[in-house]
């Protein structure tokens, strides 16, 4: 490692670095105004005190904001220049890590685990890709959702594998998903007896230095500063806490990475470029991992793979003591979307959805979704253009059930997103399903359309 490599991987564990150019602004105002509004709606219906989000559109980082309070009693405004822990969304790192030792001919993603790591449970049976697609058979260390008290304490990597990666298998390594953190410690002790360095290091000298992260901080060996956000808790329905700090060595390559949206969505940029790593390793990372019965896993390699209305998006979620984050990447379509949050009650899932298919639905609207919302926003105020509908329809809509629409409607107030997902034919009309997304509530609206553009049907239902 040179030199300026080596004082990057210092300042990235020890100490706070300036955060400058953390803001970026370039969208169409009427997007970013949508983007605030979803933010501050679920942050206030799910209590999160803040969130720090960052959008990426046409693989370029073109928006970053925070909301809400990174601090409470003083309170201090949440900032873009802000850190936040990001959980399990680290695994991403790690995975590139061997992915990368696998470039260099160091290893192999289908050598046994035991050949790095000696002593686990049939450790020449379980493969590096079965740890880092947690189809291993070896169990979670920490599944609850809360940090016990044995985890306030250090620990080192190797007691963590002495204790849960010495167990009995949970199945038989391939034949089914299921998420573990034990997997990634056995990866991260992996990365750095191959590469002969820490991994924090290792992660420094191919990844954040070269992609500019300069905020990356490892809350593993050390608590956030003052200057970065404040993790907090809540027990049932009550006020916020500060939560308490997993003691060192729990998160190893497992959990342990905190640092600024911006920062995060740099390396979602590299993911949609595809310009760390080799085109075969993010083929491998992103390809979904097929059991040994040929069933699906939904996970690649450190990341989840799943569609969503149509997209490919390659994703991850994330949660440590007091934060949660999200990271959607639509790599196809050149979008990700970074969220960040500061309390264990979640909402960075559902904005990082909802933003995504924001921005992903922002060009022009088809007409067909034009005029299902114009005749939503209608109903909300207890009006219908009867000229669009045939006679059943006419019929359906009484005056009762007009009332009922705005009544029920009306109070939900403009959706966040309004989007067609499904058409097909069927008795000689169109069919269609819109979804319609609120903080806390999913809508479905169906409609049938004649030839002539009647409409026979306009119905509106909770989602599944």
Excluded at 219 to 225: H, P, R, V, Y
Excluded at 349 to 364: F, K
Excluded at 385 to 393: F, Q, V
Excluded at 423 to 432: A, D, N, P, Q, S
Aim: a negative charge.
């Amino acid at each position: 490692m040179n030199s300026a490599t080596r004082l990057f991987a210092f300042f990235a564990v020890c100490a706070p670095i300036s955060l400058a150019a953390q803001t970026v602004s370039s969208i169409d105002p009427v997007l970013a105004q949508r983007i605030d509004r979803i933010a501050a709606q679920v942050l206030e219906q799910r209590g999160v005190p803040s969130a720090s989000i960052a959008v990426v559109k046409g693989g370029k980082l073109v928006y970053t904001k925070a909301y809400g309070k990174a601090h409470i009693n003083p309170d201090v405004a949440a900032t873009p220049e802000m850190r936040y822990s990001i959980g399990s969304v680290s695994k991403q790192f790690t995975a590139a890590a061997v992915l990368i030792l696998q470039e260099q001919g160091k290893l192999r993603l289908d050598d046994a685990v035991g050949k790095y790591v000696p002593g686990l449970t049939r450790g020449d049976e379980v493969t590096i890709r079965q740890i880092l697609s947690h189809t291993s058979g070896y169990q979670d260390y920490w599944p609850e959702d809360y940090l016990m008290t044995p985890m306030m304490k250090p620990e080192i990597a190797q007691q963590i594998l002495d204790t849960w990666a010495k167990k009995p298998l949970d199945f038989e390594s391939g034949t089914k998903w299921q998420y573990s953190n034990t997997n990634y410690v056995i990866a991260g002790l992996i990365a750095e007896k191959v590469s002969g360095q820490k991994l924090m290091e290792f992660l420094g000298e191919h990844i954040f230095h070269p992609l500019g992260m300069k905020s990356v901080w490892n809350s593993d060996e050390a608590k956030l500063t003052s200057t970065d956000a404040t993790p907090y808790i809540r027990a049932a329905l009550g006020p916020l806490r500060l939560a308490p700090k997993e003691g060192r060595g729990w998160m190893f390559a497992a959990g342990e990475l905190a640092m600024t949206a911006h920062d995060l969505a740099l390396w979602d940029e590299s993911l949609i470029a595809q310009s760390v790593l080799k085109p075969e390793s993010y083929k491998e990372m992103f390809t979904e991992v097929q059991l040994k019965d040929g069933t699906g896993s939904h996970y690649g390699l450190g990341v989840e793979v799943t569609q969503r209305e149509g997209h490919r998006s390659i994703e991850h979620s994330g949660e440590v003591t007091g934060f949660v984050s999200d990271n959607e990447v639509l790599v196809d379509d050149g979008i990700a979307v970074v969220v960040l949050t500061n309390h264990m009650a979640g909402g960075a899932e559902t904005i990082a959805q909802l933003v995504a298919s924001t921005v992903a639905g922002s060009g022009s609207q088809s007409d067909a979704e034009k005029q299902a919302l114009a005749i939503y926003r209608d109903l909300q105020k207890g009006h219908i253009d009867r000229s669009l509908l045939a006679p059943n329809l006419n019929d359906y809509f009484s005056e009762q059930t007009v009332a009922d629409f705005r009544d029920s409607l009306g109070p939900l107030g403009e959706p966040l997103t309004f989007k067609q997902t499904a058409e097909e034919l069927r008795g000689g009309m169109t069919f269609r399903a819109f979804r319609v997304a609120y903080p806390g509530k999913r809508l479905v609206v169906t409609t049938y359309t004649y030839p002539d553009g009647k409409l026979e049907q306009y119905l509106v239902s909770p989602a599944d």
